[in-house]
C-alpha cells in the first residue's frame, strides 16, 4: 500500500515537471477551451468576492465600523475641499475641477478598493502634471487626459503589468517626489506674492519672480506668510504636551479636550480657508486688498462624454490631435498615477498582502468614470489616507462620507469659495507638498551604498531642470543599467584546493549567479584566465554550479567554446551540481562535458587521466599548509579584453579550515 502510495505520489511529480517543462500535451478544445476555462474561473464566488471587495466587508458591518467611518470620512472631507480648490488652480483649471475630481474616487473605491485607509482624489503631483501636459488646451484636454490615462491603468490591471513597478528603486522615486515638490512649491510663488506671470518650469519661474519683484502686493505676500506660519504650527499642535491636557484619563472632558486638538490639526487647511475668506468678504469693496479666487461654477456637474474633439483659437482639433498635443504625457500622467497609488498602498499594507492588480483597476475605472465628470487625473493620496488612518476609519466606507461631503460643497458652498485669497491656497499647497522634500534618504543611502547616490541626483536634477517625465526615465534608465551591469559581470569566486588523499588539487570555481548571455564572456574569460593562470593550464578546473539555476542559447554556446578550450590544451574541466534544465540546455549543444551531481563524487572524475602538480608551480608563495585554500575573488569588471596582461583581476587572501 505505501509503495502504491509512493508510486502516485512519484507519477504526480513526473506529470508536474513534464507540464512544467512544455512537453504536456495542450488542453482539449485549444484557444476555445482556454477561453471558455478563463471565463468559467473569472465567474467563480471567489474570483467576484475579490474584484468586488465590498461584498467581503460589507457583511461584517456594525455600528462601530459606521461610527469611525462617519468620523473619519468627515476629517477627510475638511481636509480635500480646500486641497481640492488649491489643485485645481496647479492644473491651470478653475478650482471648481479640483473639486469634480475629489468625489468620484470615493465613490469607486468604496465598491473596489481594498485598503481601507486609501483616498483617491487630486493630487499635487497629479495636478502639476496634468498642467504640464494640457495647459495649452484647457479643461477640455484634462477631462480627455484622465480618460486616456484611466484607459491605460485599467489595460495595465487586466493584463498584470503591476509588476514593471518594481523595477523603479527607491531612490529614483525619492529624486522625483523631491523635486516634484520643489516645482510645485516654486510655482505658488507666483499668487504667493501677487504676481499674475505666465511661466514654463522652474528656472523660468524663479526668473520672472525675481525680475518682477517690485510688482509684488504686500497684502498678499503677508497673508501667505501668516498663513503658512499658522498651517506649521497648527500641524504641531499635537505633539505639544499642553499642561491642561491628561493623555492617560478617560473622563469626558479630557476626550474632549483630545478630540479638539486633533481636529485643529488635520481640520488646519479647512480653518484657515475659512478665516482667510472671512477677513477677505469684510474687507470686499471698491478695492480689494487680496487677490481672491473669484467665481466658482456652482453646481455639481452633469455626467457627459469626455470631448474627443476640441475648439481652439476657432480651430476644431480632432481625437488624433489632441493626442498629438498630449504627446508622453498620455503614457507618463497613468505611469506617474500608478506608481504613487501602489507605493501608497503598499505604506499603509503593514505586512498584509494587497491585490497589486485590484488596485491599478479600480484606479483606471475611477480615472474614466471621473472623466465623465469633468475630472482630471487622479490618484492615492499619502496625506489624507494617513489622515483618514488616524482618524480611527475602519472600512472603504469613510470615502463615502467623503465623497458626499465634496457633493454638498459644490451644490451649497461655491459662492463662498470666491473670496478664498489665492495667497492662502498657495500657503496650503506649499504646506502639503514640503513634506516630499525626502532628504533623510541621504544619509542611509550614504553609509550603505553611495552608488545609489547616482540615480537619485540625476533624477532629482532632471527632473528640476528638465522635466518630471525626462527625469523620471532618465533615472529608472540608469537604475536599469547598473541593474544589467551587476547581472553581466557577476563577481566570480576562484579557490585554489590543495592535493588531498583522492585528488591532487584543483582550482575551484563558483560563479555568484545564473550564466545568462549578457554574463557569457565575463564568465568564460574569467575561468579562462583561473585555468591558465592559477591551475598554470594543467591542473584541474571545477566549476561550483549550485548557484546556476538557469542557462539560454547564448550563454550554452559560450560554454561549449570554453570546453572546446579545455579539451584542446587536453586540461581537465569538471561541472559540479549542476541542475538537469540547465545540464539539458549545454547537452543540447555539446555532449562532451563532465558532470558531477555532488563534489562526494569529484575524486573519482578527477581521477580520470589526472597528474598531480605540485602547487610550487602554481602558487609563488609554495605550498600551503594541510588544510590552507587560496581563495582569489573575481572582480566585476567588463573582460572584452582576455588576455592575462590586459586585465589582473584577482587578489589573493588565506583562510584556514578550522578542525
Not at 512544455?22 to 467563480?44: E, H, W, Y
Not at 505586512?351 to 468614470?369: K, P, S, Y
Not at 491656497?425 to 553611495?450: E, F, M, Q, T
Amino acid at each position: 500500500m505505501e509503495s502504491d502510495s509512493i508510486n502516485r505520489e512519484d507519477a504526480v511529480y513526473r506529470s508536474t515537471v513534464v507540464a512544467l517543462e512544455g512537453d504536456a500535451p495542450g488542453p482539449p478544445g485549444g484557444v476555445a477551451f482556454m477561453i471558455k476555462n478563463k471565463m468559467s474561473r473569472c465567474l467563480t464566488r471567489k474570483t467576484l468576492h475579490r474584484r468586488l471587495p465590498c461584498l467581503t466587508w460589507l457583511r461584517s458591518y456594525n455600528t462601530e465600523c459606521l461610527l469611525g467611518d462617519l468620523v473619519a470620512g468627515f476629517t477627510v472631507g475638511l481636509m480635500i475641499i480646500p486641497q481640492a480648490l488649491a489643485y485645481g488652480i496647479v492644473a491651470g483649471l478653475s478650482p471648481s475641477y479640483g473639486l469634480y475630481s475629489a468625489f468620484i474616487g470615493c465613490f469607486v473605491y468604496f465598491v473596489l478598493g481594498s485598503t481601507m485607509e486609501m483616498n483617491m482624489g487630486p493630487t499635487a503631483i497629479m495636478a502639476l502634471m496634468t498642467y504640464q501636459y494640457s495647459s495649452h488646451g484647457g479643461e477640455n484636454y484634462a477631462i480627455l487626459l484622465s480618460f486616456t490615462s484611466g484607459i491605460i491603468e485599467l489595460m495595465a490591471g487586466i493584463v498584470n503589468l503591476g509588476f514593471l513597478i518594481n523595477f523603479i528603486s527607491q531612490p529614483v522615486i525619492s529624486g522625483f517626489t523631491s523635486a516634484a515638490a520643489i516645482t510645485i512649491a516654486s510655482s505658488q510663488l507666483k499668487p504667493l506674492f501677487g504676481l499674475s506671470l505666465k511661466t514654463e518650469g522652474l528656472t523660468d519661474t524663479w526668473a520672472k519672480v525675481f525680475s518682477n519683484l517690485q510688482e509684488f502686493r504686500w497684502q498678499d505676500l503677508t497673508l501667505g506668510f501668516v498663513c503658512i506660519v499658522a498651517l506649521f504650527l497648527l500641524k504641531e499642535v499635537r505633539t505639544v504636551r499642553w499642561p491642561c491636557m491628561d493623555h492617560n484619563s478617560r473622563g469626558l472632558g479630557q476626550r474632549i479636550l483630545r478630540k479638539g486638538v486633533f481636529y485643529l490639526s488635520v481640520g488646519r487647511n479647512a480653518i484657515i480657508v475659512i478665516i482667510a475668506s472671512i477677513i477677505a468678504y469684510c474687507l470686499d469693496g471698491d478695492d480689494q486688498p487680496f487677490t481672491i479666487t473669484g467665481y466658482v461654477e456652482p453646481g455639481i456637474p452633469p455626467p457627459s462624454l469626455p470631448p474627443f474633439s476640441t475648439e481652439i483659437n476657432n480651430q476644431t482639433l480632432t481625437f488624433p490631435e489632441i493626442m498629438n498635443d498630449l504627446g508622453i504625457g498620455v503614457v507618463m500622467v497613468p505611469f506617474i498615477a500608478i506608481l504613487d497609488h501602489i507605493a501608497i498602498v503598499s505604506a499603509f499594507a503593514k505586512g498584509r498582502t494587497f491585490d497589486a492588480t485590484q488596485e491599478i483597476i479600480t484606479l483606471g475605472i475611477a480615472n474614466i468614470i471621473g472623466s465623465f465628470f469633468g475630472s482630471m487625473p487622479t490618484t492615492g493620496s499619502l496625506s489624507r489616507s494617513a489622515v483618514n488612518l488616524t482618524s480611527g476609519v475602519r472600512t472603504p466606507a469613510g470615502g463615502l462620507i467623503t465623497g458626499i461631503m465634496v457633493l454638498l460643497a459644490l451644490a451649497f458652498l461655491t459662492p463662498c469659495f470666491s473670496y478664498i485669497p489665492k495667497s492662502t491656497l498657495a500657503a496650503v499647497i506649499i504646506c502639503a507638498v514640503i513634506h516630499l522634500i525626502d532628504y533623510n534618504i541621504l544619509g542611509p543611502l550614504w553609509r550603505s551604498k553611495k552608488a545609489d547616490l547616482l540615480p537619485l541626483i540625476v533624477t532629482f536634477v532632471t527632473c528640476l531642470l528638465w522635466g518630471l517625465e525626462w527625469g523620471i526615465l532618465l533615472g529608472i534608465a540608469i537604475n536599469l543599467s547598473m541593474l544589467l551591469y551587476s547581472i553581466a559581470t557577476p563577481a566570480i569566486k576562484v579557490a585554489l584546493v590543495p592535493p588531498g588523499k583522492q585528488h591532487g588539487g584543483y582550482v575551484l570555481v563558483t560563479p555568484a549567479h545564473g550564466v545568462s548571455y549578457p554574463s557569457t564572456s565575463h564568465i568564460r574569460a574569467a575561468i579562462r584566465k583561473a585555468g591558465l593562470r592559477q591551475a598554470g593550464g594543467s591542473l584541474p578546473v571545477v566549476i561550483d554550479c549550485s548557484f546556476i539555476d538557469s542557462a539560454d542559447y547564448t550563454s550554452a554556446k559560450g560554454i561549449k567554446g570554453m570546453v572546446d578550450d579545455f579539451h584542446l590544451r587536453g586540461q581537465i574541466l569538471v561541472f559540479v551540481a549542476m541542475k538537469p534544465r540547465v545540464l539539458k540546455t549545454i547537452g543540447a549543444l555539446h555532449e562532451g562535458i563532465t558532470v558531477c551531481s555532488s563534489f562526494d563524487a569529484l575524486p573519482e572524475a578527477l581521477a580520470d587521466g589526472e597528474t598531480e602538480v605540485g602547487l610550487e608551480s602554481v602558487n609563488n608563495d609554495g605550498r600551503c599548509h594541510g588544510g590552507d585554500i587560496i581563495v582569489s575573488t573575481m572582480i566585476s569588471t567588463p573582460t572584452s579584453d582576455t588576455s592575462d596582461a590586459a586585465n589582473p583581476l584577482l587578489t589573493t587572501t588565506t583562510f584556514h579550515d578550522q578542525k
